[in-house]
């Protein structure tokens, strides 16, 4: 139940605080006076799309903000939960609209996102306005209807989980049969791209060893001489490095035999001396492996050019070409298995198309014993709203398949979808000898304000909607028809809070709570302000419903029989 709605700088509205009761609720006043600003503050705080165009001008942002109280029985409880709210707190919702388009949502204090948004909210409110008649137009509106009214939305569910199993599953069998079309084709390709690696016997590493002997070979001249100067100045010329080295290696042996303390930096040159020689060797070694070989510099290149190649056609690596190679291999193997593929697929949409099929039949037939109840429903509503010789039917048939429809996802010759086998299209003839036409022929406001109003009435009993509000539900109507719905709003108000927005005294005058809504001009700027009325207040409203502008002693006496006071 919406217990409190706080709007700031939203449209002509500074400042507003409404606080909510159960029962129904009333809210009137002229005609631009912010009623209908109301209702799109409720919409955004159920999920709706904001927009700066509804920022009070002179402002950054507005702010919107409900306090909704949570029922034991009530469907929101598991939601919340499951998004990580504790629902003994109550829910609190609050959106901030920004010019910046940097929009922010928070739920009992913590920032979320519009669709944990719209999953909390779904089952919470519903606003009757004229997206709602608008919306009775559709005929996927009907059957959603009369799923809700014949308890059938579990049915329903399974057929959406099952045709939606099954989706994917058609997608893979068509990307393996076209594989397998093209079979041929992809074995040629993919033995020569084997071929081609394999006859390359590439081995990891081997580009960057084959560079650093390219190097080698087109630099072998000067590092031959570059190395063979160092083993000169080293050991080979005369006053070489290590004969210097071992001349002093020996004067510091002469001198520790005076001063043991030079001992141990003796034996650390003599040391020296043998790491030096080392080095001079291993260098030799080196020098006479270096090759100035014109004929290997060529197969070094040839070689560095096709793996190069080989890189370019299947990554940046030869371990690119070695996994490409691994990947070649499984899928040669899946090409040979893939007959095999296709038929354990198909076996498994066989056996899903057998669900499929059972789940759509069963609620299919139990939509035709539903559609029976429901319109019988739909007629005593409506002859309680003074529609008394309306006669009306649910139209139930199925789409017929088509060329693209795919065999698992048809039974007996109809298309098969998300909602099962069958399409819904309410019929209706307001007067006694005209034939049966759909709902969306009607071109009386009344008739459908009313049509919505006895759907509502039908389904306020299993409906898991806390709070309806109703906008417009006086469109078209008015006399002797407006106390029918408000005497029907009443009666919807025993299972949900109501909360309607009308211009009829006679639908007012059964509000259990009435505010009034207005508008003034303050220090040059439009605001809307609202107000709840008590009894003598209430009088006065309703006497300005019935009569305008002037109120006489007459329509003030009309007001207090109105409201039996």
Do not use: W
Request: one cysteine or more.
């Amino acid at each position: 139940m919406l217990q409190e709605l706080n709007i700031r700088n939203f449209a002509i509205i500074d400042d507003l605080n409404i606080s909510f009761s159960d029962g129904l609720t009333i809210l009137s006043g002229e005609t631009g006076a912010g009623k209908s600003i109301i209702v799109n503050a409720v919409n955004l705080l159920l999920g709706s799309r904001a927009t700066t165009r509804l920022i009070r001008n002179g402002n950054e942002t507005a702010e919107l903000e409900a306090l909704f109280q949570i029922t034991n029985q009530s469907k929101v409880i598991g939601i919340m939960e499951k998004n990580g709210y504790d629902p003994e707190d109550g829910l609190l919702i609050r959106r901030i609209i920004s010019r910046s388009n940097r929009h922010r949502i928070y739920i009992n204090g913590r920032l979320a996102t519009i669709q944990q948004l719209n999953s909390i909210t779904k089952n919470l409110a519903s606003i009757s306005g004229q997206h709602a008649h608008q919306g009775l137009l559709e005929d996927d509106q009907h059957l959603l209807i009369l799923d809700q009214f014949g308890d059938l939305l579990p049915l329903r569910e399974k057929v959406y989980k099952c045709f939606h199993e099954i989706l994917p599953l058609i997608q893979d069998v068509n990307d393996l049969k076209a594989l397998r079309d093209r079979q041929d084709e992809q074995i040629q390709l993919l033995q020569f791209q084997k071929k081609e690696i394999m006859e390359a016997s590439v081995k990891l590493e081997e580009d960057t060893q084959l560079e650093q002997e390219r190097m080698r070979l087109k630099n072998g001249e000067a590092l031959y001489h570059t190395i063979n100067s160092i083993i000169e100045s080293l050991y080979s010329s005369q006053g070489a490095a290590i004969e210097r080295l071992v001349t002093a290696k020996k004067e510091l042996e002469r001198a520790a035999k005076i001063d043991l303390e030079l001992s141990s930096k003796a034996k650390r040159m003599a040391g020296t001396t043998f790491h030096l020689e080392d080095m001079v060797e291993e260098l030799r070694i080196y020098l006479s492996k270096i090759q100035m070989d014109e004929n290997r510099l060529e197969e070094v290149e040839v070689r560095l050019d096709i793996l190069a190649k080989l890189k370019r056609k299947y990554g940046t690596s030869l371990d690119d070409v070695l996994s490409h190679l691994e990947s070649i291999d499984k899928q040669l193997l899946e090409i040979e298995n893939i007959s095999t593929l296709i038929a354990d697929r198909e076996e498994r949409l066989s056996q899903l198309h057998d669900k499929l099929a059972k789940l759509v039949i069963s609620l299919s037939t139990k939509r035709k014993q539903v559609a029976k109840n429901f319109a019988k429903k739909v007629e005593k509503e409506l002859a309680t709203l003074k529609m008394p010789q309306t006669t009306f039917q649910v139209s139930l048939h199925n789409p017929p398949m088509d060329e693209n429809t795919d065999q698992y996802l048809t039974q007996n010759g109809n298309a098969i979808n998300a909602t099962g086998i069958d399409q819904a299209t309410f019929l209706i003839a307001p007067n006694v000898g005209e034939p049966l036409k759909p709902l969306a022929n009607i071109a009386s406001g009344g008739e459908l304000s009313r049509m919505v109003l006895a759907v509502k009435a039908i389904l306020a009993k299993i409906d898991a909607l806390e709070t309806i509000v109703f906008d417009e539900v006086d469109a078209g109507i008015g006399g002797s028809v407006a106390e029918t719905v408000g005497r029907k709003l009443s009666s919807i108000a025993g299972y949900h809070q109501v909360i309607c927005i009308t211009h009829l005294p006679q639908i007012a005058k059964f509000g259990n709570h009435h505010f009034n809504i207005s508008k003034l001009v303050s220090e040059g700027r439009t605001r809307t302000i609202i107000k709840a009325l008590n009894k003598k207040e209430r009088v006065q409203e309703i006497a300005r419903m019935l009569g305008g502008e002037k109120i006489t002693q007459t329509t003030l006496d009309h007001a207090y029989e109105m409201l039996d006071m």
